[in-house]
């Protein structure tokens, strides 16, 4: 079912990346075309995403995977519901209580 979003999404652009069984994998994922599609810097994705940019979990987070965004919105700079159940759902401070005595790089400051 995600497949076919992402497949209607390109097609709907008219933007196929490629035949992968024209041209193998690897040069398809190196054009700039496929990179221009999944890059989204940091700074970007604040500067248009207004509810990561004010979520107390970005600087965890970073707004989350871009295909992930993509195929449950429908928007490429949009949140990462994944990632938004993970933080915003208790999931993140269970993981770091859970990991104990080990060192926790990324306290929860929130
Ligand atoms: S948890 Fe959700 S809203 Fe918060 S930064 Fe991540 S993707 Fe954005």
Partial sequence: MQ???LIIYYEA???ILGNVKEY???PLLQMGKYLAEVCATVGELAEVNEECRNCPYFKYCA???RAVALTLTGDKMGVDLSKCL???KGYYEKV???MGDFRN???INV
Avoid: E, I, W, Y
Wanted: aromatic share 10%; charged share 25%; net charge positive.
């Fill in 3 to 5: 497949n076919a979003k």
């Fill in 13 to 15: 652009r008219n933007d």
């Fill in 24 to 26: 193998g994998l690897q």
């Fill in 63 to 65: 707004s989350g995977c």
């Fill in 86 to 88: 993970f933080f915003k």
């Fill in 96 to 98: 770091v209580r859970t």
């Fill in 105 to 107: 790089n990324t306290p």
